[in-house]
């Protein structure tokens, strides 16, 4: 009996492996067909100011080469979420420069 496999009788949602088949595919646009967004936001920071870059299609890799350039030329810190990237501090004029030196068409938006 212990040479026995385990049998799974009924799974509601698939296997348990997650294979290539069931992901998603992202879309990887080059920068010049990416248009993005730049604002500033405190809402839910305890009064802290970031700038949202929002409006990627790209990989999450693509993003994190990204916002490390991004970061280093602001001086300041960031992170990854959600699709978009998040600097800490007030910097949409420059951002928006910095992109679209990049090649990519952005925005600021908001107030």
Known sequence: MASQKKRIVYQEFGSTDRSSATERATR?????????????????????TV????????????????????????GTGGTVKDNTLELQG????????????????AKKSGG
């Open 28 to 48: 990887d646009l080059p920068p010049n067909q990416q248009d993005l967004r730049v604002q500033t936001s405190r809402k839910g920071r305890k009064g802290k």
């Open 51 to 74: 700038t949202i870059v929002s409006g990627f299609e790209c990989k999450p890799e693509t993003l994190a080469t990204l916002l490390k350039k991004l970061k280093t030329q602001c």
């Open 90 to 105: 007030e910097h949409p004029q420059k951002l928006v420069e910095l992109l679209t030196k990049m090649g990519y068409k």
